[in-house]
Nanobody, 113 residues
Framework: VQLQASGGGLVQAGGSLRLSCVAS??????MGWYRQAPGKQRELVAT???????NYADSVKGRFTISRDNAKSTVYLQMNSLKPEDTAVYYC??????????WGEGTQVTVSS
C-alpha cells in the first residue's frame, strides 16, 4: 500500500487546514492520522474504519474531523481552531484487511501564535 498525503502548511492560530491522504495498492480497513512534534513521540490524532467508526485524541475532539471517501480510498482530516500545540509533522496511516500497517511521508503543519 502506498499513501500520498497533502494539505499541510502554515496557518495562524484559530485557522483551519485540511489534510488529504490517498491510499493505493491494497484493501485498507482503517485509515487515519498521527502526528509527531519535535522532541515528542508520535501520537494518534484520528482514525476511521471502512465502516465509519472513528477514534480521536482527546486534544483534538471538537476541533478536528476525520472523513473518508471509500470509493477514492481517501481520508481527510479537517482541522479547525488550530492551536500552536498542533504544530507537528502529520503522518497518514493505513491498516489493511490483513493487519499490515503502512505510513505515508509526513506533511508539516505549523500553527503560529
Amino acid at each position: 500500500v502506498q499513501l500520498q498525503a497533502s494539505g499541510g502548511g502554515l496557518v495562524q492560530a484559530g485557522g483551519s487546514l485540511r489534510l488529504s491522504c490517498v491510499a493505493s495498492g491494497g484493501s485498507v480497513r482503517r485509515m487515519g492520522w498521527y502526528r509527531q512534534a519535535p522532541g515528542k513521540q508520535r501520537e494518534l490524532v484520528a482514525t476511521m474504519t471502512v465502516i465509519g467508526s472513528t477514534n480521536y485524541a482527546d486534544s483534538v475532539k471538537g476541533r478536528f474531523t476525520i472523513s473518508r471517501d471509500n470509493a477514492k480510498s481517501t481520508v481527510y482530516l479537517q482541522m479547525n481552531s488550530l492551536k500552536p500545540e498542533d504544530t507537528a509533522v502529520y503522518y497518514c496511516n493505513a491498516v489493511t484487511v490483513w493487519g499490515l500497517e503502512y505510513w505515508g511521508e509526513g506533511t508539516q503543519v505549523t500553527v503560529s501564535s
